[in-house]
């Protein structure tokens, strides 16, 4: 694959990523079922039910891990793509891009853990968990950006500048 695709693959699959961000976040990504009670969660509303039942410190570390880290991740991924070709603070890019490869396998464990959550939660009438569309565009989403920063190979950081300053 050459360079120039791998770019536009890159911010193809950024853009997609930054467009299934929304409904990621708004649709529910799970139903809970307790005695009854039936409550669809989205990923906000799983860290509202969190901090409510007192589990502040979970509820924290799910909405920096589910909401804010997927946006910083995809901000810095869009701030690579856009210094494309320029010299500029190459250094940091390609720091930024091998952090964001670093922590893009730890991306899906809120995925794993809805499956697990999802398979373990079945306590019959007593209670049950049901996985919904929101896991899916996040999922998606999520799988978009890691696509997006695993094409876009570091090595382009710098032949890109190399080959404008000729």
Aim: glycine residues 8%.
């Amino acid at each position: 694959m050459t360079d120039a695709l791998r770019l536009e693959l890159s911010r193809a699959l950024l853009v997609a990523g930054f467009i299934l961000y929304l409904p990621a976040n708004i649709f529910p990504v799970m139903t809970i079922t307790i005695t009854g009670d039936v409550e669809p969660l989205t990923v906000m509303g799983g860290v509202r039910e969190l901090y409510h039942t007192g589990l502040w410190p979970v509820a924290g570390i799910v909405f920096l891990a589910s909401v804010v880290l997927p946006l910083v991740k995809m901000l810095a991924a869009a701030w690579i793509l856009a210094l494309h070709g320029s010299g500029r603070d190459q250094a940091r890019r390609m720091a930024v891009h091998r952090f964001l490869v670093r922590i893009g396998t730890w991306a899906m464990i809120d995925i794993f853990l809805l499956s697990v959550l999802t398979a373990v939660g079945q306590l019959g009438i007593l209670a049950s968990v049901r996985a919904e569309i929101g896991a899916v565009y996040y999922a998606a989403m999520i799988i978009c950006v890691l696509f997006a920063v695993d094409v876009y190979k570091p090595h382009m950081i710098w032949q890109e500048a190399a080959s404008q300053a000729k």
